[in-house]
């Protein structure tokens, strides 16, 4: 479309402002700036949103993969390397909820201040500004749109009377070209025709008489239009320019390339990817658990009584299998961690068996003598007590359980020293679970 203005191209039949009533488009242009307020708001509550559910996501993401590369087989500066993919998501989390926060706590909330300001509501409906813009538009119209009513009264007085005139002339006409003609009916046709010729001329008069007085009337009328119709012009003016500014200030809250913070985070990723080193990394694995490993490679050794003491307390004190974490929170949050699982079948076939020189004469599988290693192990006691879960659990094994804060299920089996007990849910599912996340109902 063009942005040329051409007078000439102008439709004087078209419906144009001075036409009477016409004012009311910029009337409706000040209710229709109280409702782009109101969009505006709306959008900028929208996008809101979707920083704060990006920057959630993100913190998931980022705390999830996080765990999975922990307890992954990776390892050395390429773990760091990987993990600093998480550090990332965090810190960029971080500053998408900094725009929600900008967008809601300034944007949103300077716009909703500067309509309030702007835009005063009626008890009776509507906004004052509104009821102001048609009571000037009406007054300045009311002269003229009165004037204009009275000649158009007139316009059809001497059109009707054109056309009275034009069929008691085509009367007349048809009159005298009839053989029979009466000279007394032809004579009532003739005056016919003279009194509305007379009519005519009168009216005629009267409506160029009120053509010209609202000629005279016009300037004063545009004039008038002209001031109340700026008066809302600059109204109007006002809300663009701050629509702009506005804008401008989102524009500044919505682009993180211009924050120092956001260029320092991927400055931060760049170098501690590129700090990843092959070499480094095989060396450390060939150190703790390849041919760098020490060994106390076995010696001769000469029987004695002490050394036989010593070996005998060696087979019975077995070294620890892992460590147990229990109870552990992270700072600043509620969020309790589970304890680690160990399988002691798992490191059993690690194990090496210390014999002692010393000939027990007994069974060689029990220090005693006695007893067949082979059997099972008594069976615990049995136990079954009701209990409530305290948060969330999501089992990451399939033989943990899965439950939600405020579930009740049964606990089956008393703590192990890893901090795990067996339970059983509503459904009849069998399982592990924290022992710290739950608590026994009263």
Not at 119 to 137: L, N, R
Not at 358 to 379: K, L, R
Request: aromatic share 8%; hydrophobic share 25%; charged share 30%.
């Amino acid at each position: 479309m063009s942005g040329s203005y051409d007078e000439s191209m102008i439709d004087v039949s078209s419906d144009s402002f001075w036409e009477v009533g016409n004012y009311k488009r910029s009337v409706k242009r000040v209710d229709d700036g109280s409702r782009l307020c109101n969009d505006l708001m709306s959008c900028l509550h929208e996008r809101a949103r979707i920083e704060k559910s990006y920057a959630q996501q993100l913190t998931e993401w980022g705390k999830r993969w996080r765990q999975l590369i922990e307890k992954g087989p990776q390892y050395g500066t390429l773990e760091r390397a990987w993990s600093a993919l998480c550090t990332e998501a965090e810190k960029v989390s971080e500053l998408h909820m900094e725009v929600k926060s900008a967008l809601m706590g300034e944007d949103y909330e300077k716009l909703k201040n500067w309509q309030r300001d702007s835009y005063h509501k009626q008890m009776i409906g509507g906004y004052k500004e509104t009821k102001e813009a048609e009571d000037g538009f009406r007054k300045a119209q009311k002269p003229w749109a009165k004037k204009l009513k009275e000649m158009e009264t007139m316009k059809k007085s001497y059109h009707s009377a054109c056309k009275e005139e034009k069929l008691a002339a085509s009367r007349e006409t048809n009159s005298k070209l009839e053989s029979n003609n009466n000279p007394e009916a032809q004579k009532k046709l003739q005056e016919k025709v003279e009194k509305c010729q007379q009519e005519v001329q009168k009216t005629k008069e009267r409506y160029q008489k009120s053509l010209e007085e609202l000629d005279k009337l016009t300037p004063q009328y545009m004039e008038n239009m002209e001031q109340v119709f700026e008066q809302w012009q600059q109204f109007e003016d006002t809300r663009i320019c701050f629509f702009r500014e506005l804008l401008l200030e989102v524009k500044q809250h919505l682009d993180l390339s211009t924050n120092h913070r956001f260029q320092t985070i991927y400055q931060t990723l760049e170098d501690t990817i590129s700090a990843a080193d092959a070499e480094d990394d095989l060396k450390w694995f060939r150190s703790n658990h390849g041919p760098g490993m020490p060994m106390n490679w076995p010696q001769f050794e000469d029987w004695s009584i002490d050394l036989n003491r010593t070996l005998s307390k060696r087979e019975k004190k077995k070294p620890s299998e892992g460590v147990t974490l229990t109870g552990i929170s992270q700072t600043g949050s509620d969020q309790h961690v589970p304890p680690v699982k160990t399988s002691s079948s798992a490191s059993s076939m690690e194990k090496t068996t210390e014999w002692s020189d010393e000939d027990t004469g007994g069974n060689p599988f029990s220090s005693n003598g006695d007893g067949n290693p082979f059997e099972d192990e008594p069976a615990p006691s049995a136990v079954s007590v009701a209990v409530r879960a305290l948060y969330d659990y999501d089992g990451q094994e399939q033989d943990e359980l899965t439950f939600k804060a405020g579930e009740e299920l049964t606990k089956v089996g008393e703590e192990d020293d890893q901090g795990w007990c067996k339970g059983r849910l509503k459904n009849g599912q069998m399982g592990l679970y924290p022992a710290n996340y739950v608590e026994d109902i009263q």
